[in-house]
């Protein structure tokens, strides 16, 4: 497609990158038909396509970011749907990050979006302060119908009350840095990015993974220092925060890797997975050294899925006669292309797996989506939720921690996939679930 | 750029009336009119083509068609319709005093009958939408062009798209029992129905293929057909572009009809291996893909005999699919082909002329001597069986030279396309792109009875009058 940026525009490296990203959209338009908003609004703006164009024309002109665009892009999931449709390759998760980070610098949002995203911003990636959010919001949690009003904070605020847990689960295992040893001899070494929201919202994710890489002979670091990816804030267009989360990771992981080495650097969120795979483009202006390493990260990053297929795994229980709905996260199937590795693995320990129709379209969890834009993300879990039901499951499996809390509340549990894998190789049953047969 | 019809300036001047009028007729987020948000609906997927239009406006029923028709009927404004955007010839391609009239919210499908094999579906259901919706009780919608993913059946009405399997199923037209539209005025009329043919003249056949200028289409009752016992594909490759164009004249010559004979040269199969790595022979100059369909039984037998003959022109590899998932890769490659040319060059024009196939070779040669001639690479793929030429052309659109010299190419291949007895445009119909061309293919006579056909239906020539027809009779009007 053609642009118009001017030999100075380009000397600007990111402007370059957009504008390489722009000339190989060739605006066939395929994307917009898997477009989770294009197929819920119908509306040329609200598809990959016209936020390109949108993107494409702010861009060209140096406009500030008008609330128009903001609108639109802001409706954005970035859940990748459109990347896989793509025949030319267009990269509209750099694209659409960099339009985030421009419209954060130019454009001035209301007072009550500006101090919504700063609190999520502030308090999602800390443990400590989240906890205390949600003990808050347990409390606040019956007064949500009372909120009055269709205002935009209003609903946000009623989102947000809805999704925070009526309980809150005990610290895990991964909660401190520190080193899980093999059982047996030790085959490997990886580090498993414990993560900030997962760790308060489901240890048991954590936990499990812990118990199944050990048991397999894996030795399990989690980093001193190593802490949220920066994906959070990287989603909501603050640039500084994510960078600095996303470099206090890649000195914390390098550490070890010159140190006693490792194998892996394991991810059991794949929203954080996506992002850490992109530490190499982030920082590829960065020092040397630095880039160096983040490349290095990147490179050694892998989903547990993948991480469980590399190593081989295998059940030690009998099949537990369980039917389970897979939901794809758009971070897994979309961000990293990791679609047969987390289904072979559940067929492997036993469970029938369904994969429900539209498996392509987000949930609406996107990060903080859910809070964002209460009424897009209600009506993308009511399509999934009947789609999966459809299926006639036991349970819901994902690798996500944002599908599983906007998937949770339903009939049907929700569990991480790692959680049943670790199950049925000789860990605990998840909570709430039991097998059928065998067991 | 295109020319364009002058814009009516009483219309320009009345503008905040017309959108306060349309906005009371689709409430909600349903009339776009912000300079900045009508951006994006300037062009189409012929993007060389732009003009930012008066206002978009999105109904959700034939009810708010018809009222946006009659109002805008009364207020003399014209109108573009579109569907997906995904036009390659430019048929969305909007006025400066027009209002574009998206469908896209019209996604829902009405009724399906497979005692009567039809479906009712809205003008903005995907082409594969449709058979997304019967293919669990074993049924399809047969024509299936390569933006089907996208592109939605009200366009495919008014282009009679085609698509690889229109060589054993037809295109569009044979397909179609009947179309619920709004005419000019405003008025909802019901064409055909769940029935063969229909009572009176065919206006089903007219009004197929009539890009948009005779009526708005917002509702279509399709055929669907009982889905093959089952497929299987072959990948031909052969060392040159002619002698891939001699098997495919020697296949069909045999009295052989698959289901799909599908056409690539070089470029094209490295870009959509790239793509959707299906196994394609990166070492041929030119691959056929050909799908046969039936018990296992048939499919071997015509294997076999598609094979022999494809042995007489000295193969570089014949492979036949394995799999269900090797078939869907290869035809994901095909699919996305032209997307995938996105890989090697940042801008495209995309041709669809159509030749007789024992031209097919004789044709390749000559557009590749072409290709020399004006130092422009040429990525060839499309529908051999049906003789349905798609030569990409690639260019750069942020050098307007090496566009214009695009633009001449392109008019040579289609003028070439004519001479062997061939037509301008096999299935993305005229729209802009092919307008000025139209002298080539017609006399003066045979425009002007079409013309009068046009003004039949739409006397003050306000739905997508910039299409079609050249713009001063037998003048070229490209700028």
Redesign the interface.
């Known amino acids: 497609m053609q642009t118009n940026f001017t030999e100075e525009q380009l000397r600007d490296p990111e402007t370059s990158v957009a504008n390489l990203i722009l000339r190989t959209c060739v605006h066939c338009g395929f994307c917009t038909a898997t477009c989770p908003t294009f197929v819920l609004l119908g509306d040329e703006l609200d598809s990959p396509r016209g936020r390109i164009y949108l993107i494409k024309d702010m861009l060209e002109n140096q406009r500030p970011a008008s609330e128009e665009v903001v609108r639109h892009v802001d409706r954005c999931l970035s859940c990748l749907s459109c990347m896989s449709t793509c025949p030319s390759g267009v990269h509209y998760m750099h694209l659409v990050d960099h339009a985030r980070t421009y419209i954060e610098a130019t454009y001035r949002r209301p007072w009550h979006d500006r101090a919504m995203r700063r609190m999520l911003g502030a308090v999602l990636p800390r443990p400590a302060l989240l906890r205390l959010a949600l003990r808050g919001a347990k409390i606040a949690r019956p007064l949500a119908r009372a909120i009055p009003g269709n205002s935009v904070p209003a609903q946000r605020l009623r989102a947000m009350l809805k999704l925070a847990p009526a309980s809150l689960p005990a610290k895990g295992a991964a909660e401190r840095p520190g080193v899980h040893r093999a059982v047996g001899t030790r085959r490997g070494r990886v580090a498993l990015l414990a993560g900030c929201a997962q760790n308060v919202l489901d240890p048991a994710i954590n936990d499990a993974t812990i118990r199944l890489l050990t048991r397999m002979g894996v030795e399990v670091v989690v980093a001193e220092g190593a802490g949220c990816c920066g994906a959070l804030t990287h989603h909501m267009g603050q640039h500084d925060p994510a960078m600095h989360a996303a470099a206090a990771n890649i000195a914390a992981w390098s550490r070890e890797i010159a140190g006693e080495g490792l194998d892996a650097i394991v991810i059991n969120t794949s929203g954080c997975g996506t992002t850490v795979k992109d530490y190499g483009f982030m920082f590829r202006t960065a020092p040397d050294a630095q880039r160096v390493q983040a490349e290095a990260v990147s490179a050694l990053a892998a989903d547990i899925s993948e991480y469980l297929t590399r190593i081989g795994y295998a059940p030690s229980r009998p099949a537990p006669g369980l039917t389970v709905a897979y939901h794809a996260a758009c971070s897994l199937q979309h961000g990293q292309k990791i679609l047969n590795e987390p289904k072979t693995l559940l067929r492997k320990a036993g469970f029938t797996v369904k994969e429900p129709a539209e498996g392509h379209l987000c949930c609406g969890s996107a990060g903080t989506y859910n809070v964002m834009q209460p009424e897009i993300a209600g009506r993308l879990r009511e399509r999934k939720l009947g789609n999966i039901k459809a299926t006639k499951p036991d349970l819901i499996a994902a690798g996500n921690i944002g599908c599983m809390t906007q998937l949770a509340g339903d009939a049907l549990p929700v569990v991480h996939t790692v959680q049943l894998l670790d199950w049925m190789a000789g860990g605990p049953a998840p909570q709430g679930i039991a097998a059928k047969s065998g067991g | 750029m295109i020319a364009q019809p002058e814009p009516k300036q009483d219309v320009l001047a009345k503008r905040d009336s017309i959108v306060a009028g349309l906005r009371a007729l689709v409430p909600g ?1 349903g009339v ?1 009119a ?1 300079a ?2 009508l ?3 300037e ?3 012929l ?2 083509y732009r003009q930012i239009p008066l206002a978009v406006v ?1 109904p959700e029923t034939t009810e708010q068609v018809a009222a946006v028709m009659a109002f805008c009927h009364r207020e003399g404004v014209r109108v573009v319709p579109r569907g ?3 036009s390659l010839s430019g048929g969305a391609l909007p006025m400066a005093d027009a209002v574009v009239l ?1 469908l ?2 019209m ?1 829902r499908i009405l009724d399906i009958d497979y005692g009567d094999r039809c479906a009712v579906v809205q003008a ?1 259901v ?1 082409n ?1 939408g449709i058979t997304q919706a019967v293919q669990a009780e074993g049924f399809f919608y047969a024509p299936d062009p390569s ?1 089907q ?3 939605m059946i009200g366009g495919n009405v008014n282009m009679n798209s085609g698509g690889a399997h229109c060589l054993r199923y037809g295109v569009t037209a044979n397909n179609l029992l009947g179309l619920r539209v709004v005419t000019v005025a405003g008025e909802v009329l019901d064409i055909g129905g769940a029935h063969l043919d229909a009572a009176g003249y065919d206006w089903l056949g007219l009004l197929t293929g009539s890009e948009g200028q005779l009526a708005v289409v917002t509702e279509v009752t399709v055929r669907i057909l009982r889905s093959p016992e089952g497929a299987r594909a072959m990948l031909a490759a052969f060392k040159s572009n002619e002698i891939a164009g001699a098997c495919v004249d020697a296949i069909i010559g045999s009295g052989i009809i698959p289901v799909a004979l599908e056409f690539m040269d070089r470029p094209a199969i490295h870009a959509c291996e ?2 959707a790595h299906a196994g394609y022979p990166l070492d041929a100059e030119a691959m056929l893909i050909i799908e046969v369909e039936g018990s296992i039984t048939e499919q071997d037998y015509y294997l076999d005999r598609i094979r022999e003959i494809c042995n007489r022109f000295d193969p570089v590899s014949l492979k036949v699919s394995q799999s269900a998932e090797e078939s869907l890769a290869i035809w994901k490659g095909r699919k ?8 090697i060059s ?3 024009l995309c041709m669809d002329g159509t030749i007789p196939t024992s031209r097919l070779a004789d044709v390749l040669g000559r557009i590749g001597e072409m290709s020399a001639a004006y130092g422009l690479q040429v990525a060839n793929i499309f529908h051999a069986g049906d003789g349905n030429l798609h030569p990409l052309i690639m260019f750069d ?2 050098d307007p030279a090496s566009f214009r010299k695009a633009e001449d190419f392109g008019a040579d291949i289609l003028k070439l396309c004519v001479e062997v007895g061939g037509c301008l445009t096999g299935e993305h119909g005229v729209g802009v792109e092919k307008r000025d061309l139209m002298g080539v293919q017609f006399s003066e006579i045979e425009l002007d009875q079409q013309r009068r056909v046009k003004s039949a239906f739409d006397p003050g020539w306000l739905l997508n009058p910039s299409k079609v027809f050249p713009l001063k009779p037998g003048v070229a009007a490209a700028a």
């Open positions: 987020s776009i912000e900045i948000r951006k994006p609906y062009t189409d997927g993007s060389a999105l997906a955007g995904t998206g896209m919210r996604n903005g995907t594969i933006s993913l996208a592109c790239a793509f996305g082909a032209f997307g995938a040319v996105g890989r940042p801008d495209y659109a942020n």
